[in-house]
């Protein structure tokens, strides 16, 4: 009786916990992203803006490492079951993804464009049994471009 | 090319299903397949316990070394007075292989079968039990597990139920441990029909021995009238009256049925 107790104290706690945290993150998410909107970010390998020369160039990357609540791990173990899709993990993912590129571009906020972007993301998980740790990691990389003119007091090494 | 900032109308990279209806969505399939898994393989069990003979039992039990742990045994002379009215049942009862009666203390009112040939008796039942009948009686009960070999069924489902926890929650993931605790051992039960055919056995048993029933139902009565108690206080929200008083039912019945006439019962001393 006293395991079933922990485990519902546990269900509760990261069902609550994991929701506000969910919703405070989603929230500076979408108020970091309107503030940087204006940052072009493609996957392209050459500039759409104007062409302008370049002066220089540099390789940005940023990344998260998000875990994940005990509700949603459950949910997710009970899908492991009957197969389907893991939505209780697609938040979690969402998320990191979104964090790892705005702090790519937080990185280098006075760039004129983000070529090349790529992610990537692994998983952190440690253990195989008992208190197995369910995290993930992503990793947005990619090529910041500033034009010789429209940063002339940029200039680095 | 233009670069046209903007950010999506709305995600539509996430469900927005809401979590707490899958999660009893999940839940209630993973149970009902537990369920019926556990009820299939039980009726398997109860075939392969009537193909598995004593002899292959007795071995396979003399050769594992299960540490059952039920608590303390920390009186002797009673444990061995209690062996003595449990081998006094031999010429009643044929068992296949010799029983051990291990008494522990605990305030638990019971007393159980286990596999390997072995009676756990709490010290709990000699508190509630004011006659050797009442106590023969109970024995007699617990070796018609024996006999019936209901030890093997209960274990058997056990093993059924933990394998199906593993397999449907992952070994992992604690759900298989809150299971395994909530079917404790030591407050299992039989289904009905197992208990009542043990009932019959040990009815015999206890006539056999005796020359007459009394004292059979006596346990029951005691835990009845505690269950009185306990309602009066409120404190039951479920009450086992119906169950006690069926089986007090049944035993005087079938007493009547097999002629089985009840005199007065000795006095307990161990």
């Known amino acids: 009786m006293d395991s079933l107790t922990i485990f519902l104290i546990l269900l ?22 309107e503030m940087l909107v204006r940052l072009p970010a493609t996957s392209c390998k050459k500039p759409i803006g104007n062409s302008s020369p370049i002066g220089h160039a540099e390789l940005v990357h940023g990344h998260v490492v998000i875990s994940v609540d005990y509700f949603k ?14 939505q209780s993990y697609e938040t979690l993912l969402d998320r990191a993804r979104r964090e790892a590129v705005l702090r790519l571009k937080e990185s280098c906020p006075t760039a004129n464009e983000i070529l090349n972007l790529r992610i990537e993301t692994s ?30 007091q940029h200039s680095r090494p | ?98 029983i ?30 004011s006659s050797t009948n ?21 274990m058997g489902r056990g093993i059924v139920l933990s394998i ?34 043990a009932d019959h056995t040990a009815l015999q048993a206890l006539q056999c021995h005796f020359g007459h029933v009394g004292g059979a139902t006596e346990l029951f009565k005691t835990l009845q009238s505690q269950d009185e108690e306990a309602d009066f206080e409120m404190l039951h929200y479920f009450s086992t009256h119906p169950e006690l008083q069926q089986r007090i039912e049944d035993l005087n019945q079938l007493a009547q049925e097999l002629g089985f006439p009840v005199q007065e019962t000795k006095d307990l001393v161990l």
């Open chain 2, 164 to 197: 199906l926890a593993m397999l449907a929650f992952g070994g992992d993931s604690g759900f298989s441990d809150i299971l395994a605790s909530t079917i404790n051992l030591r407050t299992a039960k039989y289904s009905q029909t197992r208990e009542s055919q």
């Open chain 1, 12 to 33: 509760v706690l990261g069902f609550v916990f994991g929701k506000l945290a969910e919703g405070r993150h989603y929230r500076s998410i979408q108020a970091r992203e």
């Open chain 1, 73 to 86: 791990q459950l949910l997710a173990g009970l899908r492991n079951f009957f197969g389907g899709t893991i």
């Open chain 2, 134 to 154: 009442g106590l023969m009686f109970i024995l007699a009960h617990e070796l018609g597990h024996f006999k019936n070999r209901d030890h093997l069924r209960l």
């Open chain 2, 1 to 98: 090319m233009n670069y046209q900032p903007s950010l999506p109308e709305h995600n539509d990279n996430v469900s927005h299903q809401h979590p707490v209806r899958e999660f009893f969505v999940l839940i209630t399939g993973v149970l009902v397949f537990v369920l019926i898994g556990y009820w299939a393989l039980g009726l398997f069990v109860d075939v392969a316990v009537d193909y598995l003979s004593s002899e292959q039992e007795a071995t396979f039990f003399s050769k594992v070394d299960i540490n059952w742990d039920f608590g303390e045994e920390s009186m002797p002379e009673e444990q061995a007075k209690l062996q003595g009215l449990v081998d006094a049942f031999k010429p009643c009862l044929s068992l296949p292989y010799p």
């Open chain 1, 123 to 152: 998983s952190i998980s440690k253990g195989n049994s008992g208190d197995r740790i369910g995290s993930v990691e992503v990793l947005a990389y990619g090529t910041a471009i500033y034009y010789q003119q429209a940063s002339p």
């Open chain 2, 100 to 129: 051990t009666v291990s008494l522990v203390n605990s305030e638990v009112v019971n007393a159980m079968a286990i596999p390997g040939g072995k009676m756990v008796v709490f010290s709990g039942l000699l508190d509630a039990l």
